[in-house]
């Protein structure tokens, strides 16, 4: 079986990284001549605004990739027998292109409001309320699915009922919006989420779930991909369209191996990320002063003098490690 899951998972890392990298070259000058820069808000770090201009939506690249190679692996393993749980992957695959599409349409929102606000807030996060609610439904449909969640590490399972799916709502937004938060600094999203489908490959093989292989196969590839583009400093952004879709990847691997939870640990980086948001504009509002330099907490410590480039490798560095934890709670 792992003679087998080496076969898929070298070719989709290695399919998906060619035709996105392939496909990103071929993006930039489009986006450029259809002036779709990125707009740096004045609120942010003034050094942020040499960037000004640098196209975004580049996310699209590795959707286009990630598709093509995921219809390919599908077909791949129907034909070959090994299509044993490649209902989860279709399922997850395409609530990641759900969630894509809904950064779609906030990005252009910005471009065509001339500002860098798309959709409102209760906007987005009802389309994301009903892409949550379609992996769950389609989960439990094809039998993927229970409410009995499971303790990382502890070897216990808790039976929520419905309240499960309240809890999965909650966390599938959540993550998604954590890793679309964490995409703010050159090549921070793409290493991070670089270093966690990592993680869900080493679960992959150790489960032997090759559908779980092939997801992580096709982040990775992604990632690398794009960050040859990405990579400070960036000739290109993923916008909400890339980050949302990597949110997605991320949160569907984690219930395909059925251990939802086991995203908050080698998810950290994004945990952080929105808890430093959601500790900013709390204290702010009780006592009009403010916890860090600026959130997220990578531009806070932009603020203290780190590099985009220290940024990026720290918190990377932190994804690995918090992997290598998971790895025990698997």
Known sequence: MKTTMIAYFIPVIAATFIITAISARILIPKLKSMKLGQQILDI???WHKSKEGTPTMGGISFIIASMLVFIASVIA???TDNGEGVEKLIIVMLFAAISGAIGVVDDLT???NHRNEGLTASQKYLLQLVS???LLAALKLTGNLTTELRIPFADVTIELGIFYYIFSILLITGIVNAVNLTDGIDGLASSVT???GAFFAVAGFVLEALPVTVASGITMGACLGFLVYNFYPARV????TGSLFLGGLAVGMAYMIDNPLIIVVVGIVYIMEAASVILQVGCYKLTKKRIFKMAPIHHHFEKCGWSELK???VFSLITV???VLAYFGI
Do not use: N
Request: glycine residues 20%.
């Open 237 to 240: 952004f993923m916008g909400d």
């Open 321 to 323: 490690l918090a992997g």
């Open 194 to 196: 670089l270093a966690a």
């Open 110 to 112: 910005k471009f065509k």
């Open 132 to 134: 949550a609610g379609l």
């Open 311 to 313: 940024i990026v490798g």
């Open 77 to 79: 393993m129907v034909m």
């Open 44 to 46: 942010g770090p003034r």
